[in-house]
């Protein structure tokens, strides 16, 4: 079985450019992103792609598409998620959520026709947010430095294995010929953040360092690296700014 081909590009492209610029550390006052020239740059390369293409394209499927669909579509994505969420339940060693994220996705795919409706929420089975980097910062595995990655945005160097994972625990990347699939997804998730765009230009006078400091925050606040300070970039308030 192979990997679906979008994706295996995407990774890639993603491999090829970080190695391109994982030699060449540049010198900056903030040592959580020590790569911040090549970030930038491929910041307004992802910038672009969302002006151009990204942005027009998610609200004309969000004008076109009844509410009820556009949630029946969020929630069929959710439900493919819900395997890997499942998966990195149990590495982490949270069995009773992984039995409940187990539960739910049964009754989603089943009840809820094959997950276009969330019945498992309204039976008190609840979505849980796991990947393969919440994984690693469970097992100790610091953060990183972090890093901006082509067509999937704000990371580091753990959140790499995190993308890696949620694509081999992506059930749809083992069926032939669902590439129109993926990028479905990829609309209707760019579509759910159309709400934000206002905010972000309203309160971004910089939104490299915006969009830094919101993905480095979140990260933190999720635990990071599961409580393993250990090899975690530091926090703002230690960074030698002279």
Not at 55 to 77: I, K
Not at 141 to 160: D, E, N, Q
Request: charged share 20%; glycine share 10%.
């Amino acid at each position: 079985m192979k990997l679906n081909n979008t994706n295996t590009l995407f990774a890639a492209t993603t491999l090829t450019l970080l190695n391109a610029c994982a030699s060449a550390p540049t010198p900056t006052a903030d040592v959580r992103d020590p790569y911040e020239n090549w970030n930038r740059k491929v910041q307004w390369f992802n910038d672009g792609l969302d002006d151009y293409l990204m942005r027009p394209v998610a609200q004309s499927y969000q004008w076109v598409m009844p509410d009820f669909a556009d949630q029946g579509v969020s929630n069929f994505f959710s439900n493919i998620d819900d395997v890997g969420v499942t998966v990195n339940s149990a590495l982490q060693g949270k069995f009773a959520q992984a039995g409940s994220d187990s539960a739910r996705l049964v009754v989603n795919t089943t009840a809820g026709l094959g997950g276009l409706f969330d019945v498992a929420t309204l039976i008190d089975l609840p979505k849980h947010k796991e990947n393969f980097d919440t994984t690693l910062g469970e097992w100790g595995v610091g953060t990183g430095p972090y890093l901006v990655l082509p067509l999937f945005g704000p990371s580091s160097v753990r959140g790499i294995a995190g993308v890696g994972g949620k694509m081999v625990t992506n059930p749809l990347q083992y069926v032939s010929g669902v590439g129109m699939i993926g990028i479905l997804g990829a609309v209707d998730k760019r579509a759910d953040m159309l709400a934000m765009d206002k905010v972000v230009n309203e309160a971004a006078t910089d939104r490299y360092e915006f969009f830094k400091n919101m993905y480095l925050s979140r990260d933190r606040s999720m635990g990071g690296v599961g409580g393993n300070q250990v090899n975690d970039p530091l926090k703002p308030d230690e960074v030698d700014t002279k």
